[in-house]
């Protein structure tokens, strides 16, 4: 969430911030002005009252001393006491008011950040290596994997649905490969330690993270272990599958504080990611861009809020590194005000080149949240010599997307006849393969 005090005291700021986010600040705030008034004004009252009655308290006291008629105070301390109970209520209620505002704002865009409505508002900030070239028509990886038999996309429509894939034999070792690559790079070179949190995951934890509220809940997959999910309702028995293991890893210290010394914390997690992909049929309905579980290696990090901007280009690094290891053409964009996450404060997309589709797609987002997660998570970090805790911020990035990454080499990979070669770095994951030709057997 925004802090409560920065929108009180900068709310043009942040109506500006919200209309370069393509959104209505009269919408997104409702009546939170008047709501904020009318709560101070009621805090004002009160403190006014109870003055009053703490004053009339003394006198009544000194009236009995002196063996008086106290009834008059009496009945007055009576009604400002409810007086004041009512004007509590009217604050509380007020309060409760403002915090559902700002559960549904989304974060503020850095300065930095390009305005723009969608994704043609982005910027290009860098491209890496030249665009392979064939000497023949490449194809889509879908086409290459089913004519190799590693892809199957009709028996998973039978098993489970639309947006499922079946991967077999040295297709099903090249997503075991990257992973373990991807593993291996991040926590040897790069210095994560390596997590593997639970697949299922609590309402407060997506809460935590920006998934929820409710607005955001038809993309998730709920486990309707204890009934419907409830608006506004965070539980600790109500169970999702995991959207993307940012979620489970991020939760790791929601409610704790961490003292400045650790700072900052880098894990990496493999985990499988449920999304029901909700807006997106009729698009990319075939091959592997969008499915409903797919695998991923996830970055996360926690750091003191002056050092996120350069773990945020740290992490970027990280994610571009497995490309570029790889072989496979990048480039990196800056997403504008539009195209932004709720909770991103900044975002770096990295895209592969798919040369079977002649696009690029996203492969990686790598984002800093500031500390717009960890004041929903209420994760705090304890400055040296300093008295009170405050929000740290939180990181994460896609280290990478291991279905995209392996479409991106079955795509710029391919050879003439139709076998994928297998880049360099990952032959010692494949059992020293080089080459995936066609599976035998029936598949």
Same mark, same amino acid.
């Given at each position: 969430?925004?802090?409560?005090?920065?929108?009180?005291?900068?709310?043009?700021?942040?109506?500006?911030?919200?209309?370069?986010?393509?959104?209505?600040?009269?919408?997104?705030?409702?009546?939170?002005?008047?709501?904020?008034?009318?709560?101070?004004?009621?805090?004002?009252?009160?403190?006014?009252?109870?003055?009053?009655?703490?004053?009339?308290?003394?006198?009544?006291?000194?009236?009995?001393?002196?063996?008086?008629?106290?009834?008059?105070?009496?009945?007055?301390?009576? @009604?400002?006491?409810?007086?004041?109970?009512?004007?509590?209520?009217?604050?509380? @209620?007020?309060?409760?008011?403002?915090?559902?505002?700002?559960?549904?704002?989304?974060?503020?865009?850095?300065?930095?950040?390009?305005?723009?409505?969608?994704?043609?508002?982005?910027?290009?900030?860098?491209?890496?290596?030249?665009?392979?070239?064939?000497?023949?028509?490449?194809?889509?990886?879908?086409?290459?994997?089913?004519?190799?038999?590693?892809?199957?996309?009709?028996?998973?429509?039978?098993?489970?649905?639309?947006?499922?894939?079946?991967?077999?034999?040295?297709?099903?070792?090249?997503?075991?490969?990257?992973?373990?690559?991807?593993?291996?790079?991040?926590?040897?070179?790069?210095? #994560?330690?390596?997590?593997?949190?639970?697949?299922?995951?609590?309402?407060?934890?997506?809460?935590?993270?920006?998934?929820?509220?409710?607005?955001?809940?038809?993309?998730?997959?709920?486990?309707?272990?204890?009934?419907?999910?409830?608006?506004?309702?965070?539980?600790?028995?109500?169970?999702?599958?995991?959207?993307?293991?940012?979620?489970?890893?991020?939760?790791?210290?929601?409610?704790?504080?961490?003292?400045?010394?650790?700072?900052?914390?880098?894990?990496?997690?493999?985990?499988?990611?449920?999304?029901?992909?909700?807006?997106?049929?009729?698009?990319?309905?075939?091959?592997?861009?969008?499915?409903?579980?797919?695998?991923?290696?996830?970055?996360?990090?926690?750091?003191?809020?002056?050092?996120?901007?350069?773990?945020?280009?740290?992490?970027?690094?990280?994610?571009?590194?497995?490309?570029?290891?790889?072989?496979?053409?990048?480039?990196?964009?800056?997403?504008?005000?539009?195209?932004?996450?709720?909770?991103?404060?900044?975002?770096?997309?990295?895209?592969?080149?798919?040369?079977?589709?002649?696009?690029?797609?996203?492969?990686?987002?790598?984002?800093?949240?500031?500390?717009?997660?960890?004041?929903?998570?209420?994760?705090?970090?304890?400055?040296?010599?300093?008295?009170?805790?405050?929000?740290?911020? @939180?990181?994460?990035?896609?280290?990478?997307?291991?279905?995209?990454?392996?479409?991106?080499?079955?795509?710029?990979?391919?050879?003439?006849?139709?076998?994928?070669?297998?880049?360099?770095?990952?032959?010692? #994951?494949?059992?020293?393969? @080089?080459?995936?030709?066609?599976?035998?057997?029936?598949?």
């Amino acid at each position: 969430m925004i802090d409560l005090a920065f929108v009180r005291a900068n709310l043009a700021l942040v109506e500006e911030k919200l209309r370069s986010r393509g959104l209505d600040p009269a919408a997104a705030l409702g009546n939170f002005a008047a709501i904020d008034r009318e709560r101070r004004e009621a805090i004002t009252q009160v403190e006014t009252l109870k003055a009053q009655r703490n004053k009339l308290t003394e006198e009544i006291a000194k009236l009995r001393r002196e063996k008086a008629d106290a009834t008059t105070q009496t009945e007055q301390t009576k @009604t400002l006491k409810a007086e004041v109970e009512s004007l509590e209520v009217v604050a509380a @209620t007020a309060d409760d008011r403002l915090r559902e505002i700002m559960q549904t704002l989304p974060n503020l865009p850095q300065d930095s950040v390009p305005v723009g409505k969608d994704e043609h508002g982005n910027r290009e900030e860098k491209v890496w290596s030249e665009l392979p070239k064939f000497d023949f028509a490449p194809k889509p990886h879908w086409e290459l994997g089913e004519a190799l038999g590693i892809l199957d996309f009709n028996r998973a429509a039978k098993i489970s649905g639309a947006r499922f894939v079946v991967q077999f034999g040295q297709g099903a070792l090249l997503e075991r490969a990257l992973a373990n690559f991807m593993l291996d790079l991040h926590t040897r070179e790069h210095g #994560y330690t390596e997590v593997l949190p639970p697949s299922i995951v609590n309402s407060k934890s997506l809460f935590g993270t920006g998934q929820l509220p409710t607005k955001f809940a038809e993309d998730l997959f709920h486990c309707d272990d204890k009934g419907p999910y409830q608006t506004g309702v965070y539980q600790d028995n109500d169970h999702w599958l995991i959207p993307t293991a940012e979620v489970p890893v991020t939760n790791l210290f929601r409610d704790e504080t961490l003292e400045e010394a650790e700072l900052p914390i880098s894990f990496c997690a493999y985990t499988p990611c449920f999304r029901g992909e909700a807006g997106s049929y009729g698009k990319d309905v075939r091959g592997m861009i969008r499915q409903h579980q797919f695998q991923k290696v996830e970055l996360v990090k926690f750091a003191k809020p002056e050092d996120s901007p350069a773990e945020h280009e740290a992490l970027t690094r990280h994610a571009e590194t497995v490309l570029e290891k790889l072989g496979l053409p990048y480039r990196r964009m800056l997403l504008c005000t539009g195209d932004m996450g709720f909770a991103s404060s900044k975002t770096y997309d990295l895209e592969v080149w798919l040369p079977g589709q002649q696009l690029y797609r996203e492969i990686s987002s790598c984002s800093n949240f500031e500390a717009f997660q960890a004041r929903r998570a209420n994760i705090r970090y304890k400055p040296a010599g300093a008295k009170k805790s405050e929000f740290l911020h @939180t990181l994460n990035g896609s280290g990478l997307a291991v279905g995209r990454t392996y479409l991106a080499i079955l795509e710029n990979y391919q050879q003439a006849d139709g076998s994928i070669k297998i880049p360099e770095a990952l032959v010692p #994951y494949m059992n020293g393969k @080089t080459v995936i030709g066609k599976q035998p057997g029936r598949i």
